[in-house]
């Protein structure tokens, strides 16, 4: 990951209420070169994306984060894959307006909740989210979604466990979102769908931005 400097981040905007009101779908980005992070971004935008999960998997993530947020006001951009509480920090420093985790730890979640940003750590267990649900928490990311029960394994905590609520990433397609928002339980989903691997490479951002538009238009009912 990039480094940070306070004299060359741009200040944080103010954070999103909610991140599971964002948008039906938020897309999981990998910036593999920060110059296509700001056309990018607005390729998912224009499409009615506007909040953008950019993992911190790379080392141009908090690069791309900088430039998205001082470049596309339109974006609510936020993190991913934040590991540990100075993941937290260098997130925040760089403009994120949100932030998500696969998992959590007490350290994790600490540094999270101090944040001051909205934020969904990682559950794939029962026990997760009675945990966190006891910790006033009860917006989570369900991850992997796919490998970890799916849509069925979500319908058989909804009754038992109410206020949870979720975004469920990985391994999600356009065919099966619509199946995950129809649950009560779930405010939106991430997924990567609209963001193949050749029209990264290509630099294609139209059709991004048609592929964002289509994820755009689902809705649960």
Same mark, same amino acid.
């Given at each position: 990951m990039g480094?940070? #400097? *306070?004299?060359?981040?741009?200040?944080?905007?103010?954070?999103?209420p909610s991140v599971l009101g964002l948008a039906p779908v938020i897309p999981v980005v990998v910036v593999q070169d920060a110059a296509d992070a700001v056309p990018l971004a607005r390729a998912l935008v224009a499409g009615g994306l506007p909040a953008i999960e950019v993992t911190l998997r790379t080392p141009?993530? $908090?690069d791309a984060i900088r430039a998205i947020a001082a470049e596309v006001p339109d974006a609510v951009v936020g993190a991913g894959t934040l590991l540990a509480p100075e993941h937290v920090a260098a !997130?925040?420093?760089? +403009?994120?307006? &949100?932030? %998500?985790? @696969?998992?959590?730890?007490?350290?994790l979640l600490g540094a999270m909740r101090d944040s001051g940003v909205p934020f969904l750590? +990682? %559950? *794939?267990?029962?026990?997760? %989210? %009675? #945990?966190?649900?006891d910790e006033g928490i009860t917006e989570l990311k369900f &991850?992997?979604?796919?490998?970890? +029960? +799916?849509?069925?394994?979500?319908?058989? $905590?909804?009754? @038992?466990?109410?206020r949870a609520r979720f975004c469920p990433t990985g391994g999600i397609g356009l065919a099966s979102a619509p199946?995950?928002?129809?649950?009560p339980n779930v405010g939106c989903v991430g997924g990567t769908w609209?963001?193949?691997?050749?029209?990264?490479? !290509?630099?294609?951002?139209?059709r991004v931005r048609q592929l964002a538009r289509e994820a755009a238009q689902l809705a649960a009912p």
């Open positions: 480094g940070v #400097t *306070s004299a060359s981040s741009p200040a944080p905007a103010s954070p999103a141009a993530a $908090l !997130a925040r420093a760089a +403009g994120s307006r &949100f932030l %998500v985790s @696969p998992g959590w730890s007490p350290r750590p +990682g %559950v *794939s267990t029962a026990s997760e %989210v %009675v #945990t966190l649900l &991850f992997p979604a796919e490998a970890a +029960g +799916g849509t069925s394994y979500l319908t058989s $905590l909804a009754a @038992p466990l109410p199946s995950y928002l129809a649950l609209m963001l193949p691997a050749d029209a990264l490479a !290509a630099k294609d951002w139209r």
